[in-house]
């Protein structure tokens, strides 16, 4: 059967998924692979200790060492030989600073180990500044502040997901370089305390950022079963406001997603992160979490770039927003 236009696309492209939690179990890296995807990027450490976030990196480390097919992605250039080489490209992501605990000098150490990006809170109030689910958001520390100018200095993407709107600005502020939202959605889509408002999505992309749509069913449509158009929605909106140069894919699939574990496995997952205080249920709804269909999970990405032709993408937007941006601000600030 002849390949169709999107699949030769599809095959062809760059394909990035910056946000992988679901990787915390390995054996669905086979899923991104099938799916087509050139570089992931697994969540190494978010709310951990130092010592937690070093011994998951040995870890990793050592698995790459065991598998031939995967590349550790260090500069722009890996991601483009990974593609030629026919592997999988693994970036090392922190959703959080606290493995940082109060050493600015650690920011350094991590990176020597190939951590690229760092985001500054998960939902809830660090010493950088405030996260997305707190009541007030008083901006940036003044720790904070020298957080994004050490990670800046130390070639580490700032990434702004789950932060708080006025912490996220000051970021933007007191960075040098462009910032990220690696996962997230505009609200005058899909109104969420943990989605975008217009005016940080303007400063991101102001910034030589971009913004990453994120699958999450809750940050994407008021239904418990989004539509694949209305994932769309959300980069459709974002590329009409910024424009197609500053919008990406951080889809964020998760091991408690539907259908990776029961919804008994997951309910217990929900109910930690509750206990926790990571989550708040006016912003993240029980389980089961279904992402939007056609692209339940990574194995099916190509429907997107189908789907995303089928709505009027040109090619080149398509390309840009499966990967060619991330590689883009991956030069920026991190170099070949």
Not at 33 to 44: I, K
Not at 72 to 77: F, G, Q, S, T, W
Not at 119 to 133: F, I, P, S, T, W
Request: proline letters at 5%.
């Amino acid at each position: 059967m002849a390949e169709t236009k999107a699949e030769q696309l599809h095959r062809d492209s760059i394909v990035i998924d910056a946000v992988c939690p679901l990787l915390r179990d390995r054996k669905h890296l086979d899923w991104y692979a099938e799916g087509g995807c050139t570089a992931v990027g697994p969540t190494l450490a978010s709310r951990n200790s130092a010592a937690e976030a070093f011994r998951t990196i040995g870890d990793w480390q050592k698995f790459l060492r065991m598998r031939t097919d995967l590349k550790h992605i260090r500069a722009a250039a890996d991601v483009e030989a990974a593609k030629r080489e026919g592997k999988l490209g693994i970036i090392f992501h922190f959703q959080g600073t606290d493995p940082i605990e109060d050493h600015l000098d650690l920011v350094w150490t991590y990176k020597s180990l190939g951590v690229g990006i760092m985001q500054l809170c998960y939902n809830v109030r660090n010493r950088v500044g405030d996260g997305a689910e707190e009541r007030c958001d008083a901006g940036l520390s003044n720790f904070g502040v020298e957080m994004v100018r050490e990670l800046n200095a130390a070639q580490v993407i700032v990434d702004c997901s789950h932060t708080g709107v006025r912490t996220s600005l000051d970021a933007v502020e007191a960075s040098s370089a462009p910032v990220v939202v690696s996962h997230g959605n505009p609200r005058a889509v899909r109104p969420s305390q943990r989605n975008l408002p217009d005016e940080l999505i303007k400063a991101v992309a102001q910034s030589g950022g971009l913004i990453g749509a994120v699958g999450f069913p809750a940050f994407v449509a008021d239904s418990p079963r989004p539509t694949l158009d209305q994932f769309i929605d959300s980069i459709a909106y974002m590329v009409d406001l910024v424009g197609a140069d500053h919008v990406a894919l951080g889809i964020d699939y998760y091991y408690a997603q539907w259908p990776v574990v029961s919804d008994e496995d997951a309910m217990k997952f929900y109910k930690s992160a509750l206990a926790a205080r990571s989550w708040r249920p006016d912003t993240y709804p029980p389980p089961p979490h279904y992402y939007p269909a056609g692209i339940e999970t990574p194995r099916t990405l190509h429907n997107l770039t189908a789907r995303m032709l089928e709505r009027g993408f040109g090619a080149d937007a398509v390309r840009k927003i499966l990967g060619l941006n991330w590689v883009r601000v991956y030069r920026t600030v991190w170099g070949e």
